[in-house]
């Protein structure tokens, strides 16, 4: 499964490498955050539809209905180009294996590594 939160209030801005940026930068995003993104718990909603919504085929790729996926309730998507794009697909198995060091076998079918 993959899950797009949509924009949910989320330190992903605010803290880590963004957390030196300075003070003007720290008071402009949280404006922004408190404005114009979604509650954390309002995020969240994608990620438990797709773990907990019977039948949905594994692979599925969910995100919020609205507007550039931005808001509203979860939904699995089918349109996006990229749930297509093998080439990158294998790319991120591959460089997420190295990253991670745990190796898959692929199932039958699947397309063979680079």
């Not at 992903?12 to 030196?20: D, E, I, M, N, Y």
């Not at 300075?22 to 955050?33: D, K, V, W």
């Amino acid at each position: 499964m993959a899950v797009a939160p949509g924009l949910t209030r989320t330190n992903v801005l605010t803290g880590g490498a963004h957390s030196g940026r300075g003070r003007a930068y720290g008071l402009l995003t949280r404006l922004l955050l408190s404005v114009a993104f979604r509650p954390t718990a309002e995020g969240a909603k994608t990620s438990l539809y797709a773990a907990t919504v019977p039948g949905l085929p594994g692979g599925s790729y969910v995100a919020p209905d609205g507007p550039l996926q931005l808001r509203g309730r979860p939904a699995p998507r089918t349109r996006e180009r990229a749930l297509y794009d093998v080439v990158t697909a294998r790319r991120l198995w591959t460089v997420s294996e190295r990253l991670t060091g745990v190796r898959f076998a692929l199932p039958d079918g699947a397309p063979p590594r680079p």
